[in-house]
Nanobody, 123 residues
Framework: QSQLVESGGGLVQPGGSLRLSCAAS????????IGWFRQAPGKEREGLSC????????NYADSVKGRFTISRDNAKNTVYLQMNNLKPEDTAVYYC????????????????WGKGTLVTVSS
């Protein structure tokens, strides 16, 4: 059974940092681009960042550029999202997802989704 499991969410103060992890089981991530997405209540799910299967290509949404960094360790079958200088508007459920093609690393075209981990940024 193919699964993605996010972890590392929690409560953090504005300006703080958090690192999310996404572990794959049942398939190997080295064949997939991986994206991070988030969804706040009442809002559409939005893409934050995506990395190609080899890690040589990345992209970031304007809202997180300079603050968030995506990385992957294919040997551990795990992807990470380092989040720095967190803001209250970053509060959301964060999801990782896999796509067979980096150029199709968008919300409507992902092949596998995790169940999400909640990040709350509040003082």
């Amino acid at each position: 059974q193919s699964q993605l499991v996010e972890s590392g969410g929690g409560l953090v103060q504005p300006g703080g940092s958090l690192r999310l992890s996404c572990a794959a089981s049942g398939f190997t991530l080295d064949g997939y681009a991986i994206g991070w997405f988030r969804q706040a209540p009442g809002k559409e799910r939005e893409g934050l960042s995506c990395m190609s299967s080899s890690g040589d290509m990345t992209n970031y949404a304007d809202s997180v550029k300079g603050r968030f960094t995506i990385s992957r360790d294919n040997a551990k079958n795990t992807v990470y999202l380092q989040m720095n200088n967190l803001k209250p508007e970053d509060t959301a459920v964060y999801y990782c997802a896999a796509s067979v093609l980096f150029r199709l690393c968008v919300v409507r075209n992902m092949d596998y989704w995790g169940k999400g981990t909640l990040v709350t940024v509040s003082s």
